[in-house]
């Protein structure tokens, strides 16, 4: 019998295709459901009525912090997953964090972190006040080139941060439900807190989620205004030191939240 992986979705989505191929080589159907809403109380109503009515496992949302906290309070009550595609606030993975959400799109410390490092090793240069970015449209490397085409063509337009982070979201929960042969919030909250859940988001490293605060580990990238108009990429944060025998997750732990100063509790109830 083929299990049936429902997900609701907020924002338009490349790499639909390759993932219906995928599943239906194991045997499984995907079915994205999308929803609009104009306010943090619809996004609510709208993501409690897909979990009660439409059965489905997870919600993907969250454009910025009040909508993602009521995505992230609806999904804790089901029980459900919450993958948080937009906000940053540090809040949400501190003193609010909850169990059943993961944050896909970076947080404000760790933004902060990257510019800080940014800034330090362009000093006595030219620059070094870029802002930090989750994605941009003109990388090329570890494959970034090709996901990146793959979605223009597609949809006409450049993948920008927030189309990465949707994207990064959906392979998340179908690589998790496949891995784990489950969709129920506790088998995917057991599999993505494992060290075996680490995943590919073509930024040249295995991306996983810290057990503290439930934050994507990831790199970002410095982008300098320029002739383009959606300037250039300089620089990847964090870098490791020449000689340095700090781990890949270890050297994406300098962004963000630490375990010993993270407001989150969950991790040691």
């Known amino acids: 019998m083929r299990d049936q992986i429902r997900l609701e979705m907020f924002?338009?989505?490349?790499?639909?295709?390759?993932?219906?191929?995928?599943?239906?080589?194991?045997?499984?159907?995907?079915?994205?459901?999308?929803?609009?809403?104009?306010s943090v109380e619809s996004v609510a109503a709208a993501g409690a009525r897909l979990l009660r009515e439409?059965?489905?496992?997870?919600?993907?949302?969250?454009?910025?912090?009040?909508?993602?906290?009521?995505?992230?309070?609806?999904?804790?009550?089901?029980?459900?997953?919450?993958?948080?595609l937009g906000s940053a606030s540090d809040a949400l993975r501190g003193e609010r964090c909850r169990r059943t959400t993961f944050h896909v799109q970076a947080s404000e410390a760790m933004y902060r972190d990257a510019l800080s490092e940014w800034q330090a090793a362009a000093?006595?240069?030219?620059?070094?006040?870029?802002?930090?970015?989750?994605?941009?449209?003109?990388?090329?490397?570890?494959?970034?080139?090709?996901?990146?085409?793959?979605?223009?063509?597609?949809?006409?337009?450049a993948m920008e941060p927030l189309a990465w982070a949707g994207w990064m979201a959906v392979k998340v929960l179908w690589e998790a439900a496949a891995r784990a042969r489950a969709t129920d919030a506790a088998a995917l909250l057991a599999f993505l807190e494992s060290g075996r859940?680490?995943?590919?988001?073509?930024?040249?490293?295995?991306?996983?989620?810290?057990?503290?605060?439930?934050?994507?580990?990831?790199?970002?990238?410095?982008?300098?205004?320029?002739?383009?108009?959606?300037?250039?990429?300089?620089?990847?944060?964090?870098?490791?030191?020449?000689?340095?025998?700090?781990?890949?997750?270890?050297?994406?732990?300098r962004l963000g939240a630490g375990e010993s100063d993270s407001g989150c509790t969950f991790a040691r109830q």
């Open 11 to 38: 924002e338009m989505l490349c790499g639909r295709r390759a993932f219906l191929r995928a599943a239906a080589l194991l045997g499984q159907r995907v079915e994205l459901v999308t929803v609009e809403a104009a």
């Open 54 to 84: 439409e059965q489905v496992f997870a919600l993907l949302g969250g454009l910025d912090e009040p909508a993602a906290s009521a995505l992230g309070e609806v999904a804790e009550r089901q029980p459900a997953l919450f993958l948080n």
């Open 123 to 157: 000093e006595g240069r030219a620059g070094g006040g870029e802002p930090p970015a989750l994605w941009h449209h003109e990388l090329e490397r570890f494959g970034a080139g090709q996901l990146n085409d793959r979605y223009r063509a597609r949809f006409g337009r």
């Open 197 to 253: 859940a680490r995943f590919d988001g073509h930024k040249g490293t295995q991306l996983s989620f810290r057990r503290w605060d439930h934050q994507l580990r990831q790199p970002l990238y410095i982008v300098r205004p320029g002739q383009k108009a959606a300037g250039e990429v300089v620089a990847e944060v964090p870098v490791a030191a020449r000689g340095s025998e700090q781990s890949p997750q270890e050297l994406l732990d």
